[in-house]
């Protein structure tokens, strides 16, 4: 098995490499003080595919696949987690949702535009009571002649106060049916009647990317804006999910990178005792472990990635990987602090934030105790 990027890729890896080192390194830090990542910043990304990589390119997309999507995203998040959170939404969430459950009607309306990032998506199946038990969403909606009239509610919607195009998920058969049967998925676009975008998150890490409310009031949508089959809305969302698992690995291991590469540029910098910090064991050893797990990691992303672009599934690997890198990433954001000591400590130096923007990968798209669930389960079943 080859995890070597094509040229193609590599070249497509360069370009992202650059963007990142002349758009978002510069104004990171700005971008999170402030939660808010710059309009003209969506069409740069636009303009460079990176708003459709997983969009066919009859439909106006990159067509990258997964090894090309995670190449961009690891790149994007080494040195702006909530920028890389924005591209995961809305490529691998609300764009992913439309090209699984997506009528050819509606891929045809939604996704050139998505791809070339004159729109943005969100995709929406959190609510306040429910997270990773998501058949016990109350979010329902119900068929009023040509309509499908919607009342609920959702919580930590990624893009949200930017999306021009929602995915949103409801119940539709609220009795009589299995649980995972009674969900539905729904198009919705900014500016329907009854949609209410709450404010901003003011949230721990991944502070430039959009998080918000959404409140459906009597919400009125087409018929034809249903998305899938009627009662197809959760299986859909699983796979959304899957895949998403994979991006949101790659994500951790573009934060578990920049936090190694700034501790290891500090510490040849920084001397101590009359050497480099680099020269003394203690701090060259944590380095070590630390390029070792993220190198780690990032295999097991790419291996999830291999398998979703061949084969179309990539379940426990993609749970494996995400499990893996999120946590990484989390304890080599803490192990760079370490080595910078007190500079690690303040927001000069880009450290403390990897680490709170690696603290999410352990929580959103499956907490990490929902992967060890789901990868329990498959030892089980393949016994």
């Known amino acids: 098995m080859n995890f070597d990027l094509d040229p193609e890729l590599v070249a497509l890896r360069e370009v992202a490499r650059k963007f990142a080192n002349e758009v978002i390194k510069p104004n990171a830090r700005k971008w999170d003080e402030q939660s808010d990542i710059p309009p003209e910043v969506y069409r740069q990304l636009g303009e460079l595919g990176f708003m459709g990589l997983l969009i066919p390119a009859d439909l106006g997309g990159s067509e990258l696949g997964y090894r090309g999507a995670t190449t961009i ?3 994007t998040a080494r040195h702006c987690g909530g920028t890389a959170l924005m591209l995961c939404a809305h490529n691998g969430l609300c764009c992913g949702h439309i090209m699984i459950g997506g009528s050819d009607e509606q891929k045809r309306r939604y996704l050139p535009r998505l791809a070339s990032g004159e729109w943005i998506g969100a995709w929406g199946l959190t609510e306040a009571k429910c997270g990773s038990d998501a058949v016990a969403m ?3 909606a119900r068929l009023d002649g040509n309509e499908w009239v919607i009342n609920g509610n959702k919580m930590f919607i990624t893009n949200g106060g930017k999306a021009d195009v929602f995915v949103i998920m409801a119940v539709t058969e609220p009795t009589g049916a299995v649980a995972k049967n009674r969900i539905s998925a729904f198009i919705v676009e900014r500016g ?12 721990l890490g991944v502070r430039a990317s959009n998080t918000v409310a959404l409140t459906f009031d009597e919400m009125r949508i087409p018929k034809e804006n249903m998305c899938g089959e009627q009662g197809q809305g959760y299986k859909h969302a699983l796979m959304v999910l899957e895949r998403g698992r994979i991006s949101i690995g790659a994500l951790a291991v573009g934060l578990g990178r920049g936090a190694v590469e700034e501790a290891l540029t500090y510490a040849q910098q920084r001397v101590t005792f009359g050497k480099p910090l680099i ?6 050893f944590m380095l070590a472990d630390m390029a070792t797990r993220v190198e780690g990691a990032r295999l097991m992303v790419r291996k999830a990635a291999w398998l979703q672009d061949t084969v ?6 993609a749970c494996i990987a995400k499990l893996q890198a999120s946590e990484i990433a989390t304890q080599v954001g803490l192990d760079a602090i370490q080595i910078l000591g007190g500079y690690g400590y303040i927001k ?14 352990e929580i ?4 990490s105790q929902v992967q060890r669930m789901l990868i329990a389960r498959s030892l089980l079943e393949a016994n």
């Open 73 to 75: 995203i690891e790149e």
């Open 138 to 140: 109350e979010t329902m």
């Open 192 to 203: 329907t009647k009854g949609l209410i975008i709450g404010a901003k998150e003011d949230k």
């Open 279 to 284: 020269e003394h064991q203690a701090i060259s």
């Open 312 to 317: 179309g599934q990539s379940r426990l690997e």
């Open 348 to 361: 000069e130096f880009p450290v403390e934030r990897y680490m709170r923007d690696a603290k999410l990968m």
């Open 364 to 367: 959103g798209e499956g907490s």
